[in-house]
């Protein structure tokens, strides 16, 4: 098992630029502080974004390419990932923070919902205020999961487990994505689980990485039971990357999909009215204007404060047991 970890690190020091001379073509670090923003490659929407930036320049290092310029006068740089998955975004990631001065790096994306029908439902919203890396686990002989693939066989070296948000950068998302939900009613064919149609917004997220797609409910109790995730495609790579560089994350995630909500679909997946986006893109469309939101209210507040990288939870005791109440982070909402 080391020669694999070894390459794999290895890999992943030389795109951060240690260990090696700089090479042809790396652009120079940009000193501007700016507030990345990572944009998952599907579903293939980018218009709400690209379109809110201004004064682009486009910046490529290697397979990924950055475009820098200003959302509502912020200084920001986007990536849309080359190609899919977590470990992708997380390789860009860890890119971009090597490239830029980073004060934050926001995660704009969509999710599969965990809970059941009736509890969660596609459109509703999901805040990243806890990060679970629910595929790193140890699959016992008698089928049981436990935390941790090598915690029982490696004791003592570094790991990271959950990983969470600042509790202010968490109330600064929270008013933002409670100002777009009530501006955004749920269409009818994606039967909204609040009765005004209203997305819900799950202000104490637990978010699930992992690079399973499981339909399976009852692996997906299963990993529940150990992790405690509500949804599915949070994005903890990403968050350790940044996590390493000390930079701050911020992950917001709208239900795309669920096999609670639509147990009779493909993949979860509600059918959409003939002309109209589906799920994901609608999903994914809700989860940028949070975003487009956070950057024009708080971004400037953001690139002069100094925020923090829990691994440690940094909250009150029994937040988690109430998700749905904001619990003091709306206190602040401009």
Request: with cysteine.
């Given at each position: 098992m080391i020669r694999p970890i070894v390459t794999t690190l290895v890999v992943l020091l030389s795109l951060a630029g240690?260990?090696?001379?700089?090479?042809?073509?790396?652009?120079?670090?940009?000193?501007?502080?700016?507030?990345?923003?990572?944009?998952?490659?599907?579903?293939?929407?980018?218009?709400?974004?690209?379109?809110?930036?201004?004064?682009?320049?486009?910046?490529?290092?290697?397979?990924?390419?950055?475009?820098?310029?200003?959302?509502?006068?912020?200084?920001?740089?986007?990536?849309?990932?080359?190609?899919?998955?977590?470990?992708?975004?997380?390789?860009?990631?860890?890119?971009?923070?090597?490239?830029?001065?980073?004060?934050?790096?926001?995660?704009?994306?969509?999710?599969?919902?965990?809970?059941?029908?009736?509890?969660?439902?596609?459109?509703?919203?999901?805040?990243?205020?806890?990060?679970?890396?629910?595929?790193?686990?140890?699959?016992?002989?008698?089928?049981?999961?436990?935390?941790?693939?090598?915690n029982a066989i490696q004791p003592g070296m570094l790991h990271y487990g959950p990983l969470y948000a600042d509790p202010r950068l968490l109330a600064m998302l929270a008013c933002s994505a409670t100002r777009v939900a009530k501006q955004a009613p749920l269409p009818a064919w994606l039967e909204p689980v609040a009765a005004d149609k209203r997305p819900q917004i799950f202000f104490y997220g637990i978010q699930g990485s992992s690079t399973i797609w499981s339909d399976n409910q009852a692996y997906t109790e299963a990993t529940m039971k150990v992790f405690h995730e509500i949804d599915e495609d949070g994005d903890w790579y990403s968050n350790l990357a940044a996590t390493l560089y000390h930079v701050p994350f911020i992950e917001v995630s709208v239900i795309s999909n669920s096999i609670f909500a639509f147990p009779e679909r493909s993949h979860g997946t509600p059918e959409s009215p003939k002309g109209e986006p589906n799920s994901h893109v609608f999903a994914q469309r809700e989860s940028n204007r949070i975003a487009l939101d956070l950057i024009g209210r708080y971004g400037k507040t953001i690139l002069a404060g100094s925020y923090s990288t829990p691994t440690e939870d940094p909250f009150p005791a029994g937040v988690f047991d109430k998700m749905r109440e904001p619990q003091g982070l709306l206190q602040g909402c401009k």
């Open positions: 240690y260990g090696c001379a700089q090479r042809p073509g790396t652009p120079a670090y940009d000193p501007t502080p700016r507030i990345g923003v990572l944009i998952p490659k599907g579903p293939p929407d980018y218009a709400l974004l690209l379109d809110a930036l201004q004064g682009a320049k486009l910046v490529t290092d290697g397979p990924f390419e950055y475009r820098t310029g200003s959302i509502s006068g912020v200084a920001v740089v986007l990536t849309i990932q080359p190609t899919d998955g977590e470990v992708m975004r997380a390789l860009g990631a860890i890119t971009m923070d090597h490239d830029f001065n980073l004060r934050a790096v926001l995660y704009p994306g969509t999710s599969g919902g965990h809970l059941p029908r009736g509890e969660m439902g596609v459109g509703d919203v999901v805040l990243g205020a806890k990060n679970v890396d629910h595929g790193n686990y140890y699959l016992s002989p008698k089928g049981e999961i436990e935390a941790g693939e090598f």
